[in-house]
């Protein structure tokens, strides 16, 4: 079986290195979630998520064509006038500048859906689908917010379950966004943006979690989670 990085205490996170992959992990994710409102003030959700998995295949094996690590995106727009969630999703093995989670910084690419960050600390996100197009850049107002104690989030009893995990809330968001059928609508608002990585995250009988991040109007935010 693979023998996959293990998340232990103490390890100070390091920037801007950890925006980027880490390949060695089981599991990695970049979640951006949204509230946007339209010229006309009607409010606006959106959600757009990059995962990595790192699979069991051999890292020694030569193919280009070993699926050694797997790219999935979703993306949704909830439109309340609309009465309904609109999503796509994708996924695909890692290879051919095709599909990569890149390291060193957040640097995202599932076909034509992308993420990648600037050197001002901005994201650029743009997704394209039948369902769903979003063109959006993030800008940071604030600090990134370490999670836990210093970035190492304990998610039970054992401390091998535990992730890394900071977060970049109240994120500035301008762009436009459209759903299928629609033209496409000037948007702005803020976001919160979530990148956590671990092998061993859930203890083995946990049965799911809940989880909150919150803007909240002074400016400060809150993530409350339970598993």
């Known amino acids: 079986p693979p023998e996959f990085t293990p998340v232990v205490p103490g390890r100070a996170l390091s920037f801007p290195a950890d925006y980027g992959a880490h390949p060695g992990f089981r599991t990695e994710w970049w979640y951006v979630t949204g509230w946007l409102e339209r010229p006309d003030g009607k409010p606006l959700g959106f959600q757009v998520t990059f995962f990595r998995s790192r699979t069991g295949v051999d890292q020694a094996n030569p193919s280009a064509f070993a699926p050694k690590q797997l790219i999935i995106a979703h993306a949704a727009l909830s439109d309340p006038s609309h009465g309904k969630l609109v999503h796509d ?26 993420m990648k960050r600037a050197a001002d600390g901005s994201y650029e996100v743009s997704i394209k689908s039948a369902q769903v197009t979003l ?6 107002t604030q600090p990134v ?24 809330p109240q994120l500035k968001v301008a762009g436009s966004v459209a759903r299928a059928g629609n033209a496409a609508a000037k948007v702005e608002g803020t976001a919160w943006l979530d990148h956590e990585w671990s092998s061993e995250a ?15 109007d002074d400016g400060s935010a809150l993530m409350a989670f339970q598993i």
């Not at 063109?135 to 940071?140: D, G, K």
């Open 89 to 114: 999703q994708r996924s695909a093995r890692e290879g051919f500048g095709l599909a990569y989670a890149k390291t060193g910084t957040t640097d995202l690419k599932l076909d034509n859906w992308r």
């Open 202 to 216: 859930i203890e083995p009988d946990a049965s799911g979690w809940d989880w909150i991040g919150a803007n909240l």
């Open 145 to 168: 917010l370490l999670q836990g104690a210093g970035g190492f989030s304990r998610k039970g009893a054992d401390a091998r379950n535990a992730s890394y995990y900071y977060s970049e």
């Open 135 to 140: 063109e959006l850049r993030l800008s940071p």
